[in-house]
């Protein structure tokens, strides 16, 4: 996130990632996290996994909250930024990083490697899912990784570097796109700037136009014309600014990640399935959102509604494979994938949903239970068997 220097106010709403189950770090976090501030003028602003930080322009601290939902599910401390002044922030899926008034790298979150910055000075930096990229001062990339994430690790001459969670894109001043990770072919272009996404990526190029490349199961690739000042991506979805200052957002729109406000904006940034943008008066504002699948008194259960989410919260986010970015609980693939079992099988039979290998999967006593990070409260699995044993599933 580039450091903007501007003024505004924070409001947020909230929404859920679709990804692999992160390791427990249990020494990280604390018990009470951090909810939206009270109204604060910040400088910059960036949306990550369920959280969000912020820069704010009266001591150039930073402010991390965690959005309303099931984030707390992971929390490894990424809401709790170390003290300080700093030039810009970039919030990931587990951990996010800062860079100092001096250019030092700071990083915090879910322990690793990721969170080990080298002691150089540098300009900007990406936060991914289990890895970090910064470029330096001097105009190199460098990357510090979790031993899982490796392979998304490059280096050399680059004038923009972004981290996906399972990609590492970097813009080359000889016109090439060098990708890594094996989930987004490499491109090329004379690109001023690169976002990097779960499966695919997105550019603007040195005319303000765009171009993006990779899965397009979501619509991805389908980007608007015109000139744009600033491209970001997130799991499946992306958005931009245009030189106008107008916001437009395309892909999954499942939780309303592409709903941006009008207005006239100076800065954008896209995190898991939100994302968050900076107004020409330095207000905030934040958009995207996942159900929390609650019942009201009398109201007849929806898979939409009700049954949908527990599975996007819980189930997807601890698989990863042709699990991510989304699956639905009705697809027979998701059930492949996710239970290892056939699709009957794994979503069980009307007149038995106990015996479902997903059911048996949220059990608390299950051989294999869902981890603490994703563990499901036993009113939602209650919710599901009913659900199930009321012929809703096909």
């Known amino acids: 996130m580039r450091f903007i220097l501007a003024a505004g106010l924070v409001s947020c709403t909230t929404r859920s990632p679709y990804i692999p189950e992160p390791e427990p770090d249990t020494a990280a976090g604390a018990d009470s996290a951090p909810a939206a501030p009270d109204p604060e003028v910040f400088a910059a602003v960036s949306a990550g996994g369920w959280y969000t930080c912020a820069i704010r322009v009266s001591d150039h601290g930073i402010s991390c909250w965690w959005a309303d939902g099931p984030g707390r599910l992971a929390d490894f401390g990424q809401t709790h930024p170390p003290e300080g002044a700093f030039a810009a922030v970039s919030a990931g899926m587990w951990h996010a990083c800062a860079i100092d008034l001096d250019g030092g790298a700071h990083c915090w979150g879910q322990a690793g490697g990721k969170v080990a910055p080298p002691d150089e000075a540098f300009d900007t930096i990406s936060a991914g899912m289990t890895a970090t990229c910064g470029r330096t001062r001097g105009g190199d990339v460098r990357c510090w990784a979790d031993t899982h994430g490796g392979d998304l690790v490059l280096d050399g001459e680059a004038h923009s570097v972004s981290v ?96 941006a406000p009008s207005g006239v904006f100076a800065a954008v940034d896209a995190g898991t399935n939100h994302a968050c ?105 209650e919710r599901l068997v009913d659900w199930m044993a009321a012929g809703m599933a096909p």
């Open 277 to 381: 943008a900076l107004d020409a008066d330095g207000g905030v504002s934040c958009w995207g959102s996942l159900p929390d699948g609650t019942v009201a008194e009398g109201e007849a259960l929806s898979h939409d509604a009700h049954i949908q989410p527990i599975w996007d919260a819980h189930c997807l986010g601890c698989h990863a494979g042709d699990a991510v970015p989304k699956l639905s609980l009705l697809r027979p693939a998701a059930h492949d994938n996710i239970t290892g079992a056939s699709w009957r099988e794994g979503l069980g039979s009307v007149t038995d949903p106990d015996s479902s290998r997903l059911v048996f999967r949220m059990r608390d006593d299950a051989v294999a239970p869902m981890p603490p990070t994703h563990a499901v409260p036993d009113a939602q699995v």
């Open 164 to 259: 996906g969670p399972r990609a590492t894109c970097a813009a080359r001043s000889d016109g090439t796109v060098d990708c890594a990770g094996g989930h987004v072919p490499s491109a090329s272009g004379d690109l001023a700037e690169v976002a990097t996404g779960a499966y695919f990526a997105c550019g603007r190029a040195v005319d303000g136009t765009l171009s993006c490349w990779g899965d397009d199961r979501y619509g991805q690739l389908r980007h608007p014309a015109g000139a744009f000042s600033a491209v970001t991506v997130g799991v499946a979805h992306a958005c931009a600014l245009s030189e106008e200052g107008a916001l437009s957002c395309w892909g999954d729109g499942s939780y309303g990640q592409l709903d």
